[in-house]
């Protein structure tokens, strides 16, 4: 029987193999063309092809056209972009259901004022006010002092 197990240690960095790789010329400069266009990160090309950021920023002053025109770059994260759109779509629905409700409100407060009109009746109490004579007891018969 086989032991087909691998040990943990093996996967780390330091056990791992050393290989010598190149990239084509052509190749950096598409994967320079997409970080211009935010289209990847340095980080997505790193983990993906396991180049170094060492390696991605010489590519970069090498072959970059921001680079040589000596133009900045603000890079980012197309996650934080995501979660940006996302916050502000959630801020928007937020306010609608806002506005919803005090429609609610305005118009309950309206129909409670005609009410309170029409049948000669206080039905806003303000906190803490004793309950008017004319309404009926729970059942519970309370003592005064």
């Given amino acids: 029987m086989v032991n087909c197990m691998a040990k943990v240690n093996y996967?780390?960095?330091e056990n791992k193999p050393?290989?010598?790789?190149?990239?084509?010329?052509?190749?950096?400069?598409?994967k320079i063309r997409e970080l211009e266009r935010n289209i990847t990160s340095v980080s997505d090309i790193c983990k993906t092809y396991s180049v170094s950021r060492s390696s991605?920023?010489?590519?970069?002053?090498?072959?970059s056209?921001?680079?040589?025109?000596?133009?900045?770059q603000v890079v980012e994260a197309k996650s934080d972009t995501l979660k940006i759109k996302a916050l502000e779509e959630r801020i928007?629905?937020?306010?609608?259901i806002i506005g919803q409700k005090q429609l609610l409100l305005e118009f309950?407060?309206?129909?409670?004022?005609?009410?309170?009109?029409?049948?000669?009746v206080d039905i806003k109490k303000k906190?803490?006010?004793?309950?008017s004579?004319?309404?009926?007891?729970?059942?519970?018969?309370?003592?005064?002092s």
């Fill in 127 to 131: 906190v803490g006010s004793r309950l």
């Fill in 11 to 13: 996967f780390d960095h």
């Fill in 133 to 144: 004579s004319g309404t009926t007891s729970t059942g519970k018969h309370t003592r005064k």
């Fill in 56 to 63: 991605i920023y010489k590519w970069i002053y090498k072959y």
């Fill in 65 to 72: 056209a921001m680079a040589k025109k000596q133009v900045k």
């Fill in 92 to 96: 928007k629905e937020l306010e609608r």
């Fill in 18 to 30: 050393q290989f010598q790789r190149s990239f084509s010329e052509e190749f950096k400069k598409c």
């Fill in 108 to 120: 309950k407060d309206k129909m409670i004022e005609i009410a309170e009109a029409t049948y000669n």
